[in-house]
């Protein structure tokens, strides 16, 4: 079946640090990747998305691509910002087998921007 | 862009007692709503999916007689934990998925804390 195993951490970053999370899945044929961030006590914002092999999501200097060759989506950002603290989530839907395209998550990655 | 309304964001019952979960898509069609539990500091577990019009489907160990969900139409569903326990205290979330499977994708609300006393 499909899954997701991301990076778990906790990530403690100083502010303007490079941050990287990485993320690999497990998929038959092309399924669509995700990062969900979620903030405290929140439900899950969409943060960025790629649907075939070699696209780049971006978003708010967060960027990830898809890698097919690598079965990866490790998520980046060149300078992070104390508001960044939070938690994120790699995500893969796939219709396989009449799924509904539900979506299979990562455990999530805790990330603590300090100033 | 695409919301979905939650409510209520917290809830505390008695055992004993059932408690209903809304979820409602403001501009949109949800065609497939999701379910999810999530216990702290974990990630989110799937617990049931549903379809306008038709039964949800509950993922193995899910309890149907416990979580009834509902979809009557294509911008509300509902989840209503039956007979509450202190075991069921947790973080609930909805998702939506739109009709078209545009570049909304899923739409997640804000979800519910539920505590059972």
Not at chain 1, 90 to 113: E, I, P, R, W
């Amino acid at each position: 079946g499909n899954s997701v195993t991301q990076m778990e951490g906790p990530v403690t970053l100083s502010e303007e640090a490079f941050l990287t999370i990485n993320c690999t899945y497990t998929a038959t044929g092309y399924p669509s990747l995700f990062w969900y961030v979620q903030y405290p006590g929140e439900g899950l914002q969409l943060l960025l998305k790629a649907t075939k092999a070699d696209d780049k999501g971006s978003n708010k200097g967060f960027e990830a691509t898809y890698r097919k060759e690598t079965t990866s989506f490790h998520l980046e950002k060149g300078s992070v910002q104390v508001s960044d603290s939070a938690v994120y989530f790699c995500a893969l839907t796939h219709n396989s087998g009449g799924s509904n395209y539900k979506l299979t998550f990562g455990k999530g990655t805790l990330l603590t921007v300090n100033p | 862009g695409a919301v979905v309304s939650q409510h209520p964001s917290r809830v505390i019952c008695k055992s004993g007692t059932s408690v209903k979960i809304e979820c409602r898509s403001l501009d949109f069609q949800a065609t497939t709503m999701f379910w999810y539990r999530q216990f702290p500091k974990q990630s989110l577990m799937l617990m049931a999916t549903s379809n306008e019009g038709s039964k949800a489907t509950y993922e193995q160990g899910v309890e149907k007689d416990k979580f009834l969900i509902n979809h009557a139409s294509l911008t509300l569903s509902t989840l209503t934990v039956t007979s509450a326990h202190p075991e069921d205290s947790s973080f609930y979330i909805c998702s939506a998925r739109d009709r078209e499977g545009s570049s909304y994708g899923y739409t997640f609300g804000s979800g519910t804390r539920l505590t059972v006393v």
